[in-house]
């Protein structure tokens, strides 16, 4: 049931976000897992802005070992969230 709840969540702000163009959604709204994204903006080695493949941004913050000081505008990662978080990245 949460998870339905979730989903329901996320389809409402990335309509949202959609309609309003280019706006941002929390990253805690996405569920967890693994996706290929275009970083717009590094704004420092914790903070990207990214564009994911549904066409919503959003501010994604590492965690861990995680950095990203080896990545710039424009690039495509794959990362994975947890818990709104990104403890892996890999630039393609």
Known sequence: MREILVGAML???IGSA???GAAEIDV????????????????D???AMA?????????LVTRGSADFSKV??????KITLIKGKVPVLAVQ
Not at 28 to 42: C, I, N, R, S, W
Not at 51 to 59: P, Y
Not at 72 to 77: R, S
């Open 11 to 13: 389809v409402a702000a």
């Open 45 to 47: 080695t914790q903070h």
């Open 51 to 59: 564009l994911m493949q549904n066409g919503v941004e959003t501010m």
């Open 28 to 43: 805690a709204l996405v569920p967890d897992g693994t996706y290929v994204v275009k970083v717009e903006k590094v704004q």
């Open 18 to 20: 959609a309609s309003a």
């Open 72 to 77: 710039k505008a424009g690039d495509t990662i």
